[in-house]
């Protein structure tokens, strides 16, 4: 089991910049990747940006070139880098990390409000 705690949110306005951060505790031995999920008020959940243990990177396409992920193994942390936010990157944010054996973990939820 994997406990995911974010931190980091809140209300910016456009083009202005914010850092999530979020720790994973308990059986942080066993993660394979972790990474950035959004979802904006009456739409699914997406992915943002994963980042492999071994340091390789994925973005959606929206987020390439404005967001960076990075991670530290020895911390059991990930953090988003948010720059030249927009109006519509406003969302709930969720960390998530995945096992090496498939399994899902998901963080509580930080609330992203881009102002216009």
């Known amino acids: 089991q994997v406990q995911l705690v974010e931190s980091g949110g809140g209300l910016v306005q456009a083009g202005g910049s914010l850092r999530l951060s979020c720790t994973a505790s308990g059986s942080i031995f066993a993660l394979n990747y972790m990474g950035w999920y959004s979802q904006a008020p009456g739409k699914q959940r997406e992915l943002v940006a994963t980042?492999?243990?071994?340091?390789?990177?994925n973005y959606a396409g929206s987020v390439k070139g404005r967001f960076t992920i990075s991670g530290d193994n020895a911390k059991s942390t990930v953090a988003l880098q948010m720059d030249s936010l927009k109006p519509e990157d406003t969302a709930v944010y969720y960390c998530?990390?995945?096992?090496?054996?498939?399994?899902?973990?998901w963080g509580q939820g930080i609330q992203v409000t881009v102002s216009s």
């Open positions: 998530y990390a995945e096992s090496v054996f498939g399994t899902p973990s």
């Open positions: 980042i492999t243990s071994g340091g390789k990177t």
